[in-house]
Each structure stands twice: as structure tokens, then as C-alpha cells.
């Protein structure tokens, strides 16, 4: 019985510690999800619309300096042109890796959250009924260590094994074929 309320008790205890760890998993994958759709997205979004503008910015200030002719397009110029278009290169390449990484999350969680659902159901139903059977087996077992043993069945009297005894050699006595003290 101790190390049924034992095992019962510790049960208990995980049960206490693994459903939080568990919803914090499921809130983790939510979190994560979100993140990918909305904050990042829009962030790279907004990044590639800023970065387009101050590219169109420095090709225009390029091209304003080939129309005019008076003077030559200087190397602050150039480098500005060079540098902006970098950074618009690297806003969409991450703006595209955010959207496959959107496409992709689900394909690459959800057998693992199907998992994690079957695993919160099984400790949120089987575990808690396996506590109440425990328990319920604890008290069974507890009830029938507290009975009092049964009594000796009392069984009908001895018979007198030594007045049976003479009553079959007196019937073997009795009969004359076999009757040995005959001349």
C-alpha cells in the first residue's frame, strides 16, 4: 500500500510540473508562429520599402549628376548608389527567407504539435484517472487490511476412529468363509 500512495504521490507531482511545461511548449509554438507572420514580416516589409526609397534617393541623385554635365558623378555618389542597392538586395533576400520560413513552419510543426496534443490529453485524462484508481486501490486495500481474519470453519465432531475400526473386524469375523480360527 506505501508504495502505491507512493508512486500515486509522485504521479501527482509530475502531473504538476509536465502540464505546465507542456502549455508553455504549445504557447511557445503559437508565440513563434506569430512572430513569423506578423512582426518579421512586416518589419522586413518595411525595411525593403525604406531601403527602395533611400536606393531611388541615391539613383536619382546619380542621375541628376549625368543630366546635368556639369559635373561628373563623384565617388560619395557611387558609393552611396552601391551601398543603397545592398541593402535593398539584403531586405528582399530576407523578406523572401521570411515568407518560406512562414510556409514552411507548419509543414515542420504541426506533426510535432499533433504530438504534443496527444501527450496533453493523455495527462490531462488517462494520468487523472490513473490518480483516482490509485487512490480508490489504496482504500481498497486499506479496507481489507483492517478485516478481521475469519474464524476456523467448526467441523462436525470426530468420530472415534478406534470403535470404527472394531466394527470392521467384527464384520469381517462375522463371515464364515473367512472366518481363519475354524478347524
Do not use: C
Not at 11 to 21: C, E, N, V
Not at 104 to 125: G, H, M, V, Y
Not at 143 to 154: E, G
Amino acid at each position: 500500500m506505501e508504495a502505491i500512495e507512493s508512486f500515486r504521490t509522485q504521479l501527482i507531482l509530475y502531473l504538476g510540473k509536465a502540464r505546465p511545461a507542456l502549455e508553455e511548449v504549445g504557447g511557445d509554438l503559437v508565440r513563434m508562429r506569430l512572430w513569423l507572420q506578423n512582426e518579421q514580416r512586416l518589419h522586413w516589409e518595411g525595411e525593403a520599402r525604406r531601403r527602395k526609397r533611400a536606393l531611388e534617393e541615391a539613383q536619382q541623385a546619380v542621375f541628376s549628376a549625368k543630366l546635368s554635365r556639369l559635373r561628373e558623378v563623384n565617388v560619395a555618389e557611387q558609393t552611396a548608389l552601391h551601398k543603397a542597392k545592398r541593402a535593398y538586395d539584403e531586405a528582399e533576400a530576407k523578406l523572401r527567407i521570411m515568407k518560406q520560413w512562414d510556409r514552411a513552419f507548419d509543414n515542420r510543426t504541426e506533426p510535432l504539435a499533433r504530438q504534443l496534443e496527444k501527450l496533453q490529453t493523455i495527462l490531462s485524462n488517462d494520468m487523472t484517472k490513473a490518480v483516482a484508481y490509485l487512490g480508490q486501490t489504496v482504500e481498497t486495500l486499506a479496507a481489507y487490511s483492517s478485516m478481521a481474519p475469519p474464524s476456523a470453519v467448526t467441523s462436525p465432531a470426530p468420530t472415534d476412529l478406534s470403535s470404527a475400526g472394531d466394527q470392521a473386524d467384527g464384520a469381517v469375523k462375522q463371515n464364515p468363509r473367512e472366518d481363519h480360527s475354524l478347524p
